[in-house]
């Protein structure tokens, strides 16, 4: 990872916590797309891809983020709880 990725990951992974009710679906999903591409690695970013896509019962795409962030983040407890939910 060069420096400049690394000072792009700081800036970046503050731009997180966000809240996801009052979003636009599509758009957080586009602006998450776009932030994993930059980022590959942040296992949040997946969650709230993830989460998007669970919210619009896109099934398939939500269940492989949240299992990319157990990839990442083994210990997510909030991931394996939607995983569970979505395979039920």
Known sequence: M???????????QADL???LDG???Y??????SEF????PYIAEAYFFRGESY?????????IHDFEKVLNLKPD?????EKLQE???
Do not use: P
Not at 27 to 32: L, S
Not at 36 to 39: F, V, W
Not at 54 to 62: D, I, N, V
């Open 2 to 12: 060069s420096v400049s990725n690394k000072t792009q990951n700081k800036k970046s």
């Open 17 to 19: 916590d966000l809240d």
């Open 23 to 25: 979003y636009d679906y």
């Open 27 to 32: 758009k957080t999903i586009e602006e998450f």
């Open 36 to 39: 994993i591409r930059l980022n």
């Open 54 to 62: 669970y919210q619009l019962e896109q099934t398939e795409q939500a």
């Open 76 to 80: 997510s407890e909030f991931a394996k």
């Open 86 to 88: 979505l395979r039920g």
